[in-house]
Protein backbone atom coordinates (compact mmCIF):
# COMPACT_ATOMS: atom_id res chain seq x y z
CA UNK A 1 0.00 0.00 0.00
CA UNK A 2 2.50 3.10 1.00
CA UNK A 3 4.87 1.61 -2.14
CA UNK A 4 1.78 2.12 -4.08
CA UNK A 5 1.66 6.08 -2.78
CA UNK A 6 5.35 6.01 -3.34
CA UNK A 7 5.33 5.10 -6.88
CA UNK A 8 2.57 7.08 -7.77
CA UNK A 9 4.06 10.20 -6.30
CA UNK A 10 6.86 9.61 -7.75
CA UNK A 11 5.46 9.35 -11.47
CA UNK A 12 3.24 12.51 -10.68
CA UNK A 13 6.64 13.88 -9.96
CA UNK A 14 8.38 13.10 -13.27
CA UNK A 15 5.49 14.41 -15.35
CA UNK A 16 5.59 17.62 -13.83
CA UNK A 17 9.35 17.61 -14.08
CA UNK A 18 9.12 16.95 -18.00
CA UNK A 19 6.38 19.55 -18.40
CA UNK A 20 8.54 21.98 -16.82
CA UNK A 21 11.30 21.65 -19.26
CA UNK A 22 12.17 24.93 -21.01
CA UNK A 23 9.09 26.69 -19.98
CA UNK A 24 9.77 29.73 -18.08
CA UNK A 25 5.96 30.54 -17.71
CA UNK A 26 5.33 26.92 -15.88
CA UNK A 27 7.83 27.22 -14.24
CA UNK A 28 6.91 30.78 -12.52
CA UNK A 29 3.77 28.99 -12.10
CA UNK A 30 5.23 26.26 -10.35
CA UNK A 31 7.64 28.25 -7.81
CA UNK A 32 4.39 30.50 -7.06
CA UNK A 33 2.30 27.61 -5.98
CA UNK A 34 5.44 26.28 -4.02
CA UNK A 35 5.70 29.75 -2.06
CA UNK A 36 1.63 29.97 -1.62
CA UNK A 37 0.99 25.87 -0.84
CA UNK A 38 4.40 24.78 1.81
CA UNK A 39 2.57 21.23 1.81
CA UNK A 40 2.11 20.85 -2.58
CA UNK A 41 6.18 21.79 -2.60
CA UNK A 42 7.12 19.14 -0.21
CA UNK A 43 4.67 16.51 -1.72
CA UNK A 44 6.20 17.21 -5.62
CA UNK A 45 10.11 18.35 -4.66
CA UNK A 46 11.34 17.35 -1.01
CA UNK A 47 13.36 13.74 -0.72
CA UNK A 48 14.20 11.87 2.18
CA UNK A 49 17.09 9.27 2.85
CA UNK A 50 15.96 6.60 4.47
CA UNK A 51 19.38 4.29 4.97
CA UNK A 52 16.76 1.70 6.38
CA UNK A 53 14.96 0.69 3.46
CA UNK A 54 16.40 -0.98 0.17
CA UNK A 55 15.03 2.13 -1.78
CA UNK A 56 17.38 5.09 0.36
CA UNK A 57 16.07 7.76 -1.65
CA UNK A 58 12.33 8.46 -1.18
CA UNK A 59 10.07 11.04 -1.79
CA UNK A 60 8.79 13.14 0.89
CA UNK A 61 5.48 11.94 1.09
CA UNK A 62 4.38 13.70 4.87
CA UNK A 63 1.70 11.87 6.79
CA UNK A 64 -1.33 13.54 8.12
CA UNK A 65 0.79 14.56 11.38
CA UNK A 66 3.57 15.65 9.37
CA UNK A 67 1.62 17.98 7.77
CA UNK A 68 0.23 19.44 10.95
CA UNK A 69 3.59 19.65 12.03
CA UNK A 70 4.54 21.79 8.88
CA UNK A 71 1.22 24.16 9.17
CA UNK A 72 2.13 24.84 12.65
CA UNK A 73 5.48 25.73 12.67
CA UNK A 74 5.28 27.93 9.78
CA UNK A 75 2.59 29.65 11.50
CA UNK A 76 4.61 30.00 14.60
CA UNK A 77 7.41 31.40 12.80
CA UNK A 78 5.40 33.90 10.81
CA UNK A 79 3.58 35.54 14.06
CA UNK A 80 6.67 35.13 15.85
CA UNK A 81 5.43 32.51 18.62
CA UNK A 82 7.49 29.72 20.48
CA UNK A 83 6.51 26.31 19.99
CA UNK A 84 7.54 23.53 21.73
CA UNK A 85 7.46 19.59 19.78
CA UNK A 86 8.27 16.32 21.68
CA UNK A 87 7.82 13.14 20.40
CA UNK A 88 8.56 9.70 20.05
CA UNK A 89 11.80 8.40 18.16
CA UNK A 90 12.09 7.63 14.57
CA UNK A 91 9.01 10.12 13.32
CA UNK A 92 10.38 11.97 10.85
CA UNK A 93 10.47 15.51 12.88
CA UNK A 94 14.28 16.71 11.91
CA UNK A 95 13.27 16.22 8.41
CA UNK A 96 10.21 17.91 8.49
CA UNK A 97 11.31 20.68 10.38
CA UNK A 98 14.66 21.35 8.15
CA UNK A 99 12.19 21.15 5.26
CA UNK A 100 10.36 23.70 6.52
CA UNK A 101 13.80 26.03 7.30
CA UNK A 102 14.25 25.30 3.68
CA UNK A 103 11.40 26.22 2.85
CA UNK A 104 10.96 29.60 4.34
CA UNK A 105 14.57 30.06 3.31
CA UNK A 106 14.24 29.85 -0.16
CA UNK A 107 10.48 31.31 -0.73
CA UNK A 108 10.69 33.61 2.07
CA UNK A 109 13.67 34.91 2.53
CA UNK A 110 13.83 33.73 6.53
CA UNK A 111 17.30 33.47 7.96
CA UNK A 112 17.16 31.06 10.98
CA UNK A 113 19.53 29.56 13.82
CA UNK A 114 19.35 25.58 13.93
CA UNK A 115 21.49 23.91 17.16
CA UNK A 116 21.80 20.69 18.84
CA UNK A 117 23.90 19.79 21.65
CA UNK A 118 27.45 19.20 20.06
CA UNK A 119 28.77 20.34 16.54
CA UNK A 120 29.49 16.87 14.84
CA UNK A 121 25.64 16.18 15.28
CA UNK A 122 24.81 19.98 13.65
CA UNK A 123 27.13 19.09 10.83
CA UNK A 124 29.33 16.82 9.90
CA UNK A 125 30.14 16.47 5.80
CA UNK A 126 28.26 13.56 4.34
CA UNK A 127 26.49 12.28 7.48
CA UNK A 128 22.95 12.35 6.48
CA UNK A 129 22.69 11.69 10.45
CA UNK A 130 23.38 15.17 10.95
CA UNK A 131 21.39 18.42 10.18
CA UNK A 132 23.45 20.50 7.62
CA UNK A 133 23.87 17.34 5.45
CA UNK A 134 20.36 16.51 5.33
CA UNK A 135 19.32 20.02 4.69
CA UNK A 136 21.82 19.83 1.49
CA UNK A 137 20.37 16.83 0.76
CA UNK A 138 17.34 18.57 0.09
CA UNK A 139 18.43 21.66 -1.64
CA UNK A 140 20.30 19.87 -4.26
CA UNK A 141 18.02 17.78 -5.19
CA UNK A 142 15.49 20.79 -6.28
CA UNK A 143 15.34 20.91 -9.83
CA UNK A 144 18.21 23.56 -11.08
CA UNK A 145 14.99 26.48 -12.03
CA UNK A 146 13.96 26.65 -8.56
CA UNK A 147 17.64 27.29 -6.79
CA UNK A 148 19.66 30.09 -6.61
CA UNK A 149 23.35 30.95 -5.96
CA UNK A 150 24.64 29.90 -2.60
CA UNK A 151 27.42 30.32 -0.53
CA UNK A 152 27.35 26.34 1.13
CA UNK A 153 29.93 26.13 3.78
CA UNK A 154 30.71 24.09 7.75
CA UNK A 155 27.38 25.21 9.54
CA UNK A 156 26.50 27.89 7.45
CA UNK A 157 24.19 27.53 4.14
CA UNK A 158 23.49 31.41 3.04
CA UNK A 159 21.78 33.00 0.15
CA UNK A 160 24.13 35.59 -2.18
CA UNK A 161 20.92 36.94 -3.36
CA UNK A 162 18.38 37.32 -0.79
CA UNK A 163 20.77 37.32 2.16
CA UNK A 164 18.73 34.47 3.73
CA UNK A 165 21.09 31.79 5.99
CA UNK A 166 20.78 29.05 7.83
CA UNK A 167 23.20 29.43 10.34
CA UNK A 168 24.36 26.69 12.95
CA UNK A 169 25.39 26.52 16.64
CA UNK A 170 26.34 24.15 18.99
CA UNK A 171 24.49 24.21 22.52
CA UNK A 172 26.67 27.20 24.68
CA UNK A 173 25.49 29.24 27.50
CA UNK A 174 25.71 32.80 24.91
CA UNK A 175 23.60 30.53 22.17
CA UNK A 176 22.08 32.32 19.69
CA UNK A 177 23.69 36.25 21.01
CA UNK A 178 25.25 38.15 18.95
CA UNK A 179 22.68 37.32 15.99
CA UNK A 180 18.52 38.36 14.85
CA UNK A 181 17.19 35.46 13.12
CA UNK A 182 13.42 34.90 11.85
CA UNK A 183 13.24 31.55 14.09
CA UNK A 184 15.97 29.11 15.82
CA UNK A 185 15.38 25.30 15.96
CA UNK A 186 16.71 23.54 19.14
CA UNK A 187 17.13 19.86 17.93
CA UNK A 188 17.04 17.30 20.77
CA UNK A 189 16.81 20.25 23.22
CA UNK A 190 16.30 17.98 26.42
CA UNK A 191 19.46 16.80 25.94
CA UNK A 192 21.52 20.30 26.15
CA UNK A 193 22.45 19.72 29.96
CA UNK A 194 22.67 22.87 32.25
CA UNK A 195 23.40 25.35 29.05
CA UNK A 196 19.67 24.80 28.09
CA UNK A 197 18.15 27.52 30.81
CA UNK A 198 20.92 30.01 29.52
CA UNK A 199 20.43 29.24 25.44
CA UNK A 200 16.76 29.88 25.78
CA UNK A 201 16.84 32.82 27.48
CA UNK A 202 19.25 34.90 25.45
CA UNK A 203 17.59 33.10 22.38
CA UNK A 204 14.57 35.40 23.52
CA UNK A 205 16.75 38.60 22.57
CA UNK A 206 17.49 37.27 19.34
CA UNK A 207 14.32 35.72 17.53
CA UNK A 208 10.91 35.79 18.35
CA UNK A 209 10.41 32.37 17.62
CA UNK A 210 12.20 29.21 19.57
CA UNK A 211 11.40 25.65 18.53
CA UNK A 212 11.92 23.29 21.10
CA UNK A 213 11.71 19.58 19.47
CA UNK A 214 13.06 17.17 21.21
CA UNK A 215 12.22 12.94 22.76
CA UNK A 216 11.99 13.30 26.40
CA UNK A 217 15.05 12.87 28.92
CA UNK A 218 13.80 12.79 32.40
CA UNK A 219 11.98 15.34 34.17
CA UNK A 220 14.71 17.83 34.85
CA UNK A 221 15.47 19.19 31.41
CA UNK A 222 14.94 22.60 30.37
CA UNK A 223 12.29 20.50 27.81
CA UNK A 224 10.35 18.77 30.89
CA UNK A 225 10.33 22.62 32.49
CA UNK A 226 8.57 23.83 29.21
CA UNK A 227 6.12 21.36 28.72
CA UNK A 228 4.59 22.72 31.99
CA UNK A 229 4.17 26.17 31.11
CA UNK A 230 1.84 27.90 28.87
CA UNK A 231 3.52 27.71 25.90
CA UNK A 232 2.07 26.39 22.22
CA UNK A 233 2.46 22.53 22.19
CA UNK A 234 2.68 19.46 19.77
CA UNK A 235 2.95 16.07 21.11
CA UNK A 236 4.00 13.65 18.01
CA UNK A 237 3.04 10.31 19.74
CA UNK A 238 3.96 6.85 17.74
CA UNK A 239 0.26 6.03 17.43
CA UNK A 240 0.32 9.21 15.30
CA UNK A 241 2.32 6.78 12.61
CA UNK A 242 0.32 5.25 10.42
CA UNK A 243 2.61 1.83 9.77
CA UNK A 244 3.61 2.07 13.39
CA UNK A 245 -0.27 2.14 14.56
CA UNK A 246 -1.86 -0.55 12.58
CA UNK A 247 -3.10 -3.18 14.40
CA UNK A 248 -3.28 -0.42 17.60
CA UNK A 249 -4.91 -2.15 20.34
CA UNK A 250 -5.48 -1.30 24.35
CA UNK A 251 -4.69 -3.44 27.51
CA UNK A 252 -5.81 -2.85 31.25
CA UNK A 253 -2.91 -3.01 33.67
CA UNK A 254 -3.89 -5.88 34.99
CA UNK A 255 -3.82 -7.34 31.49
CA UNK A 256 -0.41 -6.08 31.17
CA UNK A 257 0.75 -7.67 34.77
CA UNK A 258 -0.40 -10.98 33.89
CA UNK A 259 1.13 -10.64 30.44
CA UNK A 260 4.53 -9.79 31.78
CA UNK A 261 4.07 -6.81 29.30
CA UNK A 262 6.37 -3.43 29.57
CA UNK A 263 5.83 -0.49 28.26
CA UNK A 264 2.46 1.26 27.72
CA UNK A 265 -1.30 0.49 27.86
CA UNK A 266 -1.38 1.80 23.88
CA UNK A 267 0.00 -0.93 21.72
CA UNK A 268 0.58 -2.14 18.43
CA UNK A 269 2.52 -5.75 16.84
CA UNK A 270 5.11 -3.11 15.87
CA UNK A 271 5.30 -1.78 20.24
CA UNK A 272 5.60 -4.97 21.21
CA UNK A 273 8.88 -5.70 18.99
CA UNK A 274 10.25 -2.47 19.63
CA UNK A 275 9.77 -2.94 23.59
CA UNK A 276 11.38 -6.43 23.63
CA UNK A 277 14.12 -4.84 22.32
CA UNK A 278 14.66 -2.00 24.61
CA UNK A 279 15.15 -1.36 28.11
CA UNK A 280 12.65 0.26 30.43
CA UNK A 281 13.93 3.83 30.47
CA UNK A 282 14.60 3.06 26.56
CA UNK A 283 10.67 2.57 26.29
CA UNK A 284 10.15 6.20 28.28
CA UNK A 285 11.78 7.79 26.30
CA UNK A 286 11.62 6.87 22.74
CA UNK A 287 8.57 5.68 22.18
CA UNK A 288 5.80 6.45 25.10
CA UNK A 289 6.90 10.49 25.51
CA UNK A 290 7.58 9.66 29.21
CA UNK A 291 9.49 12.19 30.63
CA UNK A 292 9.38 10.42 34.59
CA UNK A 293 10.28 7.54 33.45
CA UNK A 294 13.26 8.41 30.64
CA UNK A 295 16.20 9.79 32.42
CA UNK A 296 19.45 8.24 31.35
CA UNK A 297 21.65 7.23 33.95
CA UNK A 298 19.52 7.28 36.86
CA UNK A 299 21.21 6.33 40.22
CA UNK A 300 18.87 4.42 41.92
CA UNK A 301 16.59 3.50 38.78
CA UNK A 302 16.42 -0.35 39.15
CA UNK A 303 15.55 -0.09 42.75
CA UNK A 304 13.19 2.78 42.32
CA UNK A 305 11.36 1.06 39.31
CA UNK A 306 11.16 -2.47 41.37
CA UNK A 307 9.16 -0.17 43.89
CA UNK A 308 6.80 1.44 41.80
CA UNK A 309 6.15 -1.92 39.97
CA UNK A 310 5.57 -3.53 43.85
CA UNK A 311 2.70 -1.07 44.52
CA UNK A 312 5.54 -0.01 47.24
CA UNK A 313 4.12 3.30 46.79
CA UNK A 314 0.39 4.18 48.21
CA UNK A 315 -1.12 5.49 51.17
CA UNK A 316 0.61 5.50 54.43
CA UNK A 317 -0.18 6.87 57.81
CA UNK A 318 1.58 7.56 61.12
CA UNK A 319 2.28 4.50 63.10
CA UNK A 320 1.93 5.14 67.07
CA UNK A 321 3.72 1.54 67.59
CA UNK A 322 6.59 2.28 64.78
CA UNK A 323 9.63 4.46 65.80
CA UNK A 324 10.17 7.93 64.16
CA UNK A 325 12.90 8.70 62.75
CA UNK A 326 13.48 12.30 60.61
CA UNK A 327 16.24 13.01 57.91
CA UNK A 328 17.77 15.61 56.42
CA UNK A 329 20.07 17.02 53.53
CA UNK A 330 20.57 20.88 54.91
CA UNK A 331 22.08 22.35 51.80
CA UNK A 332 23.82 25.16 52.94
CA UNK A 333 22.81 28.09 50.42
CA UNK A 334 20.57 25.60 48.88
CA UNK A 335 17.32 23.21 48.39
CA UNK A 336 16.80 22.30 52.15
CA UNK A 337 15.25 18.62 52.72
CA UNK A 338 13.52 17.33 55.97
CA UNK A 339 11.96 13.70 55.50
CA UNK A 340 10.45 11.46 58.08
CA UNK A 341 10.27 7.77 58.34
CA UNK A 342 9.48 4.96 60.36
CA UNK A 343 11.17 1.79 60.66
CA UNK A 344 9.48 -2.01 61.39
CA UNK A 345 11.14 -4.05 64.23
CA UNK A 346 14.16 -5.76 63.04
CA UNK A 347 14.54 -2.78 60.28
CA UNK A 348 12.50 -5.12 57.78
CA UNK A 349 10.89 -2.11 56.46
CA UNK A 350 11.04 1.63 56.22
CA UNK A 351 7.79 3.67 55.57
CA UNK A 352 8.44 7.03 54.54
CA UNK A 353 5.46 9.30 55.44
CA UNK A 354 6.37 12.85 54.77
CA UNK A 355 9.06 14.89 52.93
CA UNK A 356 9.32 18.37 52.98
CA UNK A 357 11.60 20.65 50.72
CA UNK A 358 12.35 24.28 50.26
CA UNK A 359 15.05 27.12 49.80
CA UNK A 360 15.67 30.44 51.43
CA UNK A 361 14.18 29.71 54.76
CA UNK A 362 15.86 30.26 58.15
CA UNK A 363 16.22 26.43 60.39
CA UNK A 364 12.94 28.08 61.87
CA UNK A 365 10.99 27.17 59.27
CA UNK A 366 12.22 23.39 58.83
CA UNK A 367 12.36 22.66 62.85
CA UNK A 368 8.32 24.26 63.04
CA UNK A 369 7.68 21.72 59.68
CA UNK A 370 9.11 18.86 61.97
CA UNK A 371 7.52 19.69 65.27
CA UNK A 372 4.35 20.21 64.04
CA UNK A 373 3.50 16.68 63.44
CA UNK A 374 1.14 15.50 66.28
CA UNK A 375 -0.69 12.69 67.66
CA UNK A 376 -4.68 12.37 67.58
CA UNK A 377 -4.49 13.51 71.20
CA UNK A 378 -2.06 16.52 69.68
CA UNK A 379 1.45 15.88 71.29
CA UNK A 380 4.50 16.36 69.03
CA UNK A 381 5.77 12.53 67.73
CA UNK A 382 8.50 11.91 69.88
CA UNK A 383 11.45 11.44 67.52
CA UNK A 384 14.03 8.48 68.19
CA UNK A 385 16.64 9.83 65.94
CA UNK A 386 17.78 12.17 63.17
CA UNK A 387 19.79 11.83 60.94
CA UNK A 388 21.56 14.58 58.62
CA UNK A 389 24.79 16.00 56.32
CA UNK A 390 27.87 17.45 57.90
CA UNK A 391 26.91 20.50 56.20
CA UNK A 392 24.99 20.96 59.00
CA UNK A 393 28.23 21.59 61.21
CA UNK A 394 29.14 24.53 58.67
CA UNK A 395 28.69 27.95 60.86
CA UNK A 396 26.72 31.40 60.01
CA UNK A 397 29.06 34.31 58.98
CA UNK A 398 26.72 36.52 61.20
CA UNK A 399 25.29 34.42 64.09
CA UNK A 400 28.83 32.27 64.56
CA UNK A 401 26.37 29.44 64.67
CA UNK A 402 25.46 26.40 63.26
CA UNK A 403 22.50 24.73 61.97
CA UNK A 404 23.76 22.01 64.25
CA UNK A 405 24.09 23.79 67.23
CA UNK A 406 20.71 25.62 67.07
CA UNK A 407 18.77 22.43 66.93
CA UNK A 408 20.30 21.08 69.65
CA UNK A 409 19.42 23.58 71.89
CA UNK A 410 15.71 22.94 70.45
CA UNK A 411 16.15 19.42 71.69
CA UNK A 412 16.96 17.55 68.15
CA UNK A 413 20.58 15.61 67.94
CA UNK A 414 21.26 14.97 64.57
CA UNK A 415 23.63 11.88 64.01
CA UNK A 416 25.74 12.77 60.47
CA UNK A 417 29.13 11.74 60.04
CA UNK A 418 31.89 11.98 56.73
CA UNK A 419 30.80 9.62 54.02
CA UNK A 420 31.37 8.96 50.14
CA UNK A 421 29.40 7.87 47.46
CA UNK A 422 29.81 4.70 47.44
CA UNK A 423 29.10 4.22 51.26
CA UNK A 424 25.64 6.39 50.50
CA UNK A 425 25.27 4.52 47.38
CA UNK A 426 25.21 0.85 48.89
CA UNK A 427 23.10 1.57 51.89
CA UNK A 428 20.37 3.45 49.78
CA UNK A 429 20.29 0.24 47.64
CA UNK A 430 20.03 -1.86 50.52
CA UNK A 431 17.14 -0.02 51.61
CA UNK A 432 15.48 0.61 49.14
CA UNK A 433 13.89 -2.36 48.29
CA UNK A 434 12.06 -2.71 51.94
CA UNK A 435 10.90 0.88 51.49
CA UNK A 436 7.28 1.73 51.45
CA UNK A 437 6.69 5.35 50.50
CA UNK A 438 3.46 7.51 50.78
CA UNK A 439 1.84 8.30 47.33
CA UNK A 440 1.08 11.95 48.31
CA UNK A 441 4.63 12.91 48.60
CA UNK A 442 5.13 13.77 44.56
CA UNK A 443 8.53 15.57 44.78
CA UNK A 444 10.30 12.59 46.98
CA UNK A 445 9.19 10.50 43.98
CA UNK A 446 10.10 12.65 41.43
CA UNK A 447 13.78 13.08 43.29
CA UNK A 448 14.54 9.31 42.74
CA UNK A 449 13.13 9.02 39.63
CA UNK A 450 15.64 12.00 38.05
CA UNK A 451 18.39 11.56 40.29
CA UNK A 452 20.89 10.90 37.57
CA UNK A 453 24.61 10.77 37.23
CA UNK A 454 26.96 13.91 35.36
CA UNK A 455 26.84 13.53 31.56
CA UNK A 456 30.46 13.50 30.18
CA UNK A 457 29.83 15.41 26.73
CA UNK A 458 33.17 15.22 25.37
CA UNK A 459 33.24 11.33 26.11
CA UNK A 460 29.62 11.12 25.24
CA UNK A 461 29.35 8.88 28.42
CA UNK A 462 27.93 9.47 32.32
CA UNK A 463 30.61 10.13 34.92
CA UNK A 464 30.60 8.31 38.18
CA UNK A 465 29.73 11.64 39.85
CA UNK A 466 25.86 12.26 40.29
CA UNK A 467 24.56 15.47 38.74
CA UNK A 468 23.57 18.15 41.63
CA UNK A 469 20.60 19.65 40.90
CA UNK A 470 16.85 20.47 42.43
CA UNK A 471 16.42 16.33 42.14
CA UNK A 472 19.56 15.32 43.84
CA UNK A 473 18.74 16.77 47.45
CA UNK A 474 15.91 14.34 48.69
CA UNK A 475 17.89 11.04 47.65
CA UNK A 476 20.85 12.75 49.46
CA UNK A 477 19.03 13.40 52.57
CA UNK A 478 17.85 9.95 52.67
CA UNK A 479 20.84 8.28 51.79
CA UNK A 480 21.89 9.99 55.22
CA UNK A 481 19.37 7.90 57.04
CA UNK A 482 20.65 4.52 55.14
CA UNK A 483 24.32 5.26 56.17
CA UNK A 484 23.80 6.52 59.68
CA UNK A 485 20.54 3.95 60.86
CA UNK A 486 21.38 0.66 59.20
CA UNK A 487 25.53 1.15 59.02
CA UNK A 488 26.13 2.62 62.13
CA UNK A 489 29.88 3.72 63.16
CA UNK A 490 29.58 2.54 66.13
CA UNK A 491 27.44 1.65 68.40
CA UNK A 492 26.07 3.74 71.30
CA UNK A 493 22.96 4.53 73.50
CA UNK A 494 21.54 8.28 73.04
CA UNK A 495 22.92 10.00 75.78
CA UNK A 496 26.16 9.10 74.12
CA UNK A 497 25.33 10.27 70.66
CA UNK A 498 24.58 13.46 72.11
CA UNK A 499 27.75 13.73 74.49
CA UNK A 500 29.70 12.67 71.19
CA UNK A 501 27.84 15.39 68.86
CA UNK A 502 28.47 18.24 71.53
CA UNK A 503 32.33 17.21 71.54
CA UNK A 504 32.47 16.95 67.87
CA UNK A 505 31.21 20.67 67.80
CA UNK A 506 32.93 22.25 70.40
CA UNK A 507 36.15 20.99 68.62
CA UNK A 508 35.32 21.55 65.41
CA UNK A 509 38.73 23.30 63.38
CA UNK A 510 38.72 26.69 63.37
CA UNK A 511 39.34 26.38 59.97
CA UNK A 512 35.32 25.74 59.17
CA UNK A 513 34.34 27.43 56.28
CA UNK A 514 31.83 30.07 57.14
CA UNK A 515 28.24 29.72 55.17
CA UNK A 516 25.13 32.15 55.54
CA UNK A 517 22.30 29.83 56.52
Known amino acids: MLQDVIDKNKRERLDLLQQAVNKVELQQWILA?????????????????????KERVLPFVPYNYEGDLIKETIKHIEVGQDLFVDKSRDMGVSWTELGVALWGFRFKGWSGLIGSRKQEEVDTLGDLSTLFPKIRFMWYRLPLWMRFEILDS???????????????????????????????????????????WSAWTSLAQATPCRISVSTPYGSGTKQAELRETPIDQMHLHWTLHPIKSEGRYEITPAQKKEAGL?????????YDNECLRMKDEEIAQELDINYERSAGGRVYGNEWDR????????????????????????????????????????????????HYESNNEPIEHYYDWLMGHKTEDGKTWEFAGHYGDIAGKQRNLITGRSVFEWLIDHGVTIEARKTDEIDEKHAVQTVLPKTVVDDRLVMFQKSFNNFHYEWDMLKGEYKDKPHHDKYSHTPKAFAYFCVNHFEPKIKETPVERHIRILQEETSSSINTEYKAI
Open 33 to 53: KCEKDPLWWFEHFMWVYEPRN
Open 154 to 196: WMKFASTETGAALTGESTNPNFGTGGRYKFALLDEFSKWAETA
Open 262 to 270: RGGLIRSPW
Open 307 to 354: LVVERRVRRLEYNPELPVFSFWDFGIGDNMVCGIAQVAPMGEAVYVID
